[in-house]
T-cell receptor, first 113, second 118 residues
Framework: SQTIHQWPATLVQPVGSPLSLECTVE??????LYWYRQAAGRGLQLLFY??????ISSEVPQNLSASRPQDRQFILSSKKLLLSDSGFYLC????????????FGPGTRLLVL | AQTVTQSQPEMSVQEAETVTLSCTYD???????LFWYKQPPSRQMILVIR??????QNATENRFSVNFQKAAKSFSLKISDSQLGDAAMYFC???????????????FGKGTKLSVKP
């Protein structure tokens, strides 16, 4: 069966510091991968998606970037964090074919101080 | 652009009773998918149920069922025999079947917080 991991689970970072959040998927090949952000009390906002290694599409212009160095690894990064980057970050995967239902990881809580 | 609306910010249900969460959406597309996700206090998003728009039969998953009204663009979730573990945020989501450049991106509603009273 497929599993999706995210780390770290919680992160507290000062403003201006760099960021690296990692997401890995097991049990499937060539998945579509997604990064979402959820601000407190709000719905999910799609940040990036990827259909293959090195292929990244950005949905929202921002302070963040994403990379996919391996088939089942998806990384969310920032060179300098802003206060507004605080939130809950969720990674998801879907199959390439069929309904493409998205399955989510456990998430990372990021607090920028 | 497609939108998803959940008009009930909060709902409450007595344990063992039935509750229905509402969701409406706006689209000009004829082929799409609809989903309900549950987000418990742990905040991991868990798929509850999904519905293909081309299917007239309403989807069911154990105690969870949907009432899909395509013409009305309505997609409500019914939870039967509510349990304490059902307490969570519930999100309705839409995905186009015509991907174009979006590759299956989900559009979420703002969610409904469900409380279950013992």
């Amino acid at each position: 069966s497929q599993t999706i991991h995210q780390w770290p689970a919680t992160l507290v970072q000062p403003v201006g510091s760099p960021l690296s959040l990692e997401c890995t998927v097991e049990g499937t090949s060539n998945p579509n991968l997604y990064w979402y952000r959820q601000a407190a009390g709000r719905g999910l906002q799609l940040l990036f998606y990827s259909v293959g290694i090195g292929q990244i599409s950005s949905e929202v212009p921002q302070n963040l970037s994403a990379s996919r160095p391996q088939d089942r690894q998806f990384i969310l990064s920032s060179k300098k964090l802003l206060l507004s980057d605080s939130g809950f970050y969720l990674c998801a995967w879907s199959s390439v074919g069929g309904v493409k239902t998205q399955y989510f990881g456990p998430g990372t809580r990021l607090l920028v101080l | 652009a497609q939108t998803v609306t959940q008009s009930q910010p909060e709902m409450s249900v007595q344990e063992a009773e039935t509750v229905t969460l509402s969701c409406t959406y706006d689209t000009s597309e004829s082929d799409y998918y609809l989903f309900w996700y549950k987000q418990p206090p742990s905040r991991q998003m868990i798929l509850v149920i999904r519905q293909e728009a081309y299917k007239q039969q309403n989807a069911t998953e154990n105690r969870f069922s949907v009432n899909f009204q395509k013409a009305a663009k309505s997609f409500s979730l019914k939870i039967s025999d509510s349990q304490l573990g059902d307490a969570a945020m519930y999100f309705c989501a839409y995905r186009s079947a015509d991907y174009g450049g979006s590759q299956g991106n989900l559009i979420f509603g703002k969610g409904t917080k469900l409380s279950v009273k013992p």
